[in-house]
């Protein structure tokens, strides 16, 4: 039998078959996923980052998106810029192999990076319009797209992320907009958008909307955002935590939105790049109580920029949120018009892609909070309770952490201040409720003793105790 086979496999029809076949099972087994890739400069390899979907450098993981173009289909690049050779190289091989490439590129790039020739246009406005997206279609199978610019500083200087999502709806939608694009982007707005912007797929049961700029005429990505968090009919917030990452962020609207999230008692943080062009957003949102922090590596190294476009919200309930796409969150990107970029944005509902953009955040947090950090002058560590109390055998602790926790330790002492349990690098979830239950020593005797949390920030050390009592 093996014999047969391999007598089959020798013939080039039946081979060409078997492969094609190989193929569609593969994509139709493995369809329907959501890869989340960053980037992460401070890391030995900065194309890799710990909280990826898996540890394959982001060029080399988009270069296998590209490489995965069958002969005869049709690849579709939207990109702002591009230098980096694995990834041009991976483009010129598909044309090589005979899958037809369209390309849209911002007016700036240099396209003498290719060596094949392909169909491609050139759209923007130097220092006014831009051409800022970032994806890749193959058609009918999977659509790549994020902050990731296809240049080698984005892959090792920079702060980026980018999505592969294994959805023939999600890739139609996209094709259908770089159509739309490709025949009017330099002339008008016309009421076709209507037939792609805003609509709604489902990934494995993950609901996905996409809109686009300078299409979202209604709504504009601006009211995108704004109605992901907020209902203004009602005047009640539709999140109870947002965190953001973007590199520009000038649009006064969003602003002015997340005051009124501040006021309605949402938690909200943000991070933005120290640019000139960031500084009335962060004195008008720090003046407002909302926690807003400087990356300021540029500033400070001369190098680096944190390039995220990003924002999560309840990153750990099952209503937790992404939206992140191409577009910072200024005037140009966010609102519609003729002069205005060329942008996408994704909402996606899902609490697992919302924790791995929360643990990103998180990971640029403790980078940059390193420049900010003062003291242990407010508390970090809030509402902890011990119970039941008095205590037979076991109680819990209650607490809510800070963000700028780096570790917590466990301690339970006598009133005589004898030290007779310990818990050391205790793991917890900053800025959400963690419960832990405590197992008392066996030959703990009855009495009165301290419950010690110790929770360290930099070189500092904070300690909260909960008095308890002990009644076997």
Known sequence: MVKDIYNLLKNKYFRNFFLSFTFFLFNYIFADQ??????????????????????????????DFVLSANSGTTMYVCIYEVNNTTITTAIDEVVNRGVKVYSIFNVAVNTSVFKTNFYYKQYGSSGSQYMHNKFVVIKSSKVWTGSYNFTVSATKEQDNFALEIFSKDLADIYEQAF???????????????????????????????????????????????????????????KVSSLYFS???????????????????????????????????????????????????????????????????SDPYKVSGKVIAGSANWSDSALRSGRDKNYENILVIQSQSVAEKFYLEYLRLYEKISDMSYNSLSQEIISKIKLYPNPVKTS??????????????????YSIYGRKIFEQKNVSFYP??????????????NDGIYYFVIEASVFQDRKKYYQKFVVEK
């Not at 607490?399 to 700028?404: D, K, L, W």
């Open 34 to 63: 959501i890869n989340v890739y960053f980037t992460d400069p401070t890391n030995s390899n900065p194309a890799v980052s710990q909280i990826s979907s898996n540890q394959k450098p982001i060029d080399f993981a988009l270069r």
């Open 179 to 237: 159509n739309y694009i490709w025949a009017y982007g330099s002339t008008t707005i016309s009421t076709e958008v209507a037939k792609f912007n805003g609509k709604e797929i489902f990934v494995d049961g993950i609901s996905i909307k996409t809109y686009f700029n300078p299409y979202s005429q209604n709504p504009e990505l601006a009211s995108v955002l704004v109605q992901n968090w907020y209902d203004s009919s009602n005047e009640i917030s």
């Open 246 to 312: 973007v590199a520009w962020f000038t649009e006064s609207s969003i602003v002015n939105t997340i005051k009124t999230l501040k006021s309605k008692g949402v938690l909200v943080k943000g991070i933005i790049d120290d640019d000139s062009k960031n500084f009335d957003t962060y004195y008008s949102l720090w003046n407002s109580s909302v926690p807003i922090y400087f990356d300021a590596r540029r500033t400070s190294f001369g190098s680096g920029l944190m390039h995220h476009k990003f924002c999560v």
């Open 395 to 412: 109680f819990k602790i209650s607490f809510i952490p800070s963000i700028a926790i780096k570790k917590i330790d466990f301690y339970i």
């Open 431 to 444: 800025e959400i409720e963690n419960i832990v239950l405590i197992q008392l020593p066996l030959d703990i």
